[in-house]
């Protein structure tokens, strides 16, 4: 619906960049799950929730999550590590002593996590990731071209012809937006060379934060990473060539998890049958 609206109803993102942005908004949705899982049965007790968080998230940001969760109506609200439930996803044995290296790349953050008899030994977050890659192709269509898109527009220009690596062959997509000077429809031709360019900076981060990352590895985990390799996750994993990009930077294997877009949330339902109560907040 985002911006299909009429002027006198407002589309909200409850969540933006891994945390809530509008709290009111969230407690809507949350209750709304709620009844979603419920399927109009009645239950004896208050649910148990548990959710994931950024590992750079503020402890204010923190307790927005547990207010909201429990204002709409959960008994108990436990908080779950994003780069243990990414691993728990993607079928690493994270109870043993032999390190490993999630690289989960959602939505609003990219989150990068060592981990090692079940906890995170090091772990860093950036506010990059899909919602990024959308804005960038946004911000550089409105520079070179003069035209203003939506987000859906760019989000299927980014799955349709995106990637962190130039193509061995061309692609075109076309476009339309309004032009900014003439304020009227126009439709452009976009090729994959452009939204390479366009992604540069977000994909530079990226590559920054995770280099970063394995720098402050302990040198024995970082044995470990240099045989098993980097798991990558999250829906912005898809992006095309990202898994051979960060190969080609660190010189490192790097694995693509299956179903990479629902690695954390299956993790976190793992986490929660387990009952593995360290894991959590």
């Known amino acids: 619906m985002l911006e299909r609206l009429p002027r006198h109803i407002e589309a909200i993102c409850p969540i933006r960049g891994g945390v809530i942005s509008h709290f009111g908004a969230s407690q809507e949705m949350i209750r709304h799950f709620f009844g979603l899982a419920h399927q109009g049965r009645r239950l004896s007790a208050a649910p148990r929730i548990t959710i994931?968080?950024?590992?750079?998230?503020?402890?204010?940001?923190?307790?927005?999550?547990?207010?909201?969760?429990?204002?709409?109506?959960?008994?108990?609200?436990?908080?779950?590590?994003?780069?243990?439930?990414a691993a728990l996803g993607a079928g690493l044995a994270i109870s043993d002593a032999i390190g490993c290296m999630v690289v989960d790349v959602g939505a609003g953050t990219t989150e990068i996590g060592v981990i090692a008899l079940g906890n995170v030994v090091h772990c860093l977050s950036a506010r990059v990731g899909g919602n990024t890659f959308d804005e960038a192709i946004i911000n550089y269509v409105r520079r070179t071209h003069g035209l203003l898109i939506g987000e859906h527009t760019a989000q299927r220009v980014k799955m349709t012809i995106g990637g962190a690596m130039p193509r061995e062959t061309e692609c075109h997509v076309k476009i339309t937006g309004r032009n900014l000077s003439e304020g009227v429809p126009r439709t452009s031709l976009l090729s994959s060379h452009e939204v390479l360019e366009a992604l540069t900076d977000p994909l530079a981060k990226i590559v920054s934060l995770l280099k970063k990352a394995l720098e402050s590895t302990p040198p024995e985990l970082a044995s470990d990473i240099a045989d098993r390799g980097l798991i990558l996750t999250g829906g912005g994993a898809l992006l095309h060539d990202l898994d051979r990009r960060l190969r080609e930077e660190t010189g490192l294997p790097v694995v693509l998890a299956d179903?990479?877009?629902?690695?954390?949330?299956?993790?976190t339902g793992m986490a929660m049958e387990t009952l593995a109560t360290h894991f959590f907040e």
């Open 52 to 85: 994931t968080v950024p590992s750079g998230a503020t402890p204010v940001e923190r307790r927005a999550f547990r207010e909201a969760v429990h204002g709409a109506g959960a008994s108990r609200v436990s908080l779950l590590a994003r780069p243990i439930a």
């Open 259 to 267: 179903a990479p877009m629902t690695c954390v949330v299956r993790g």
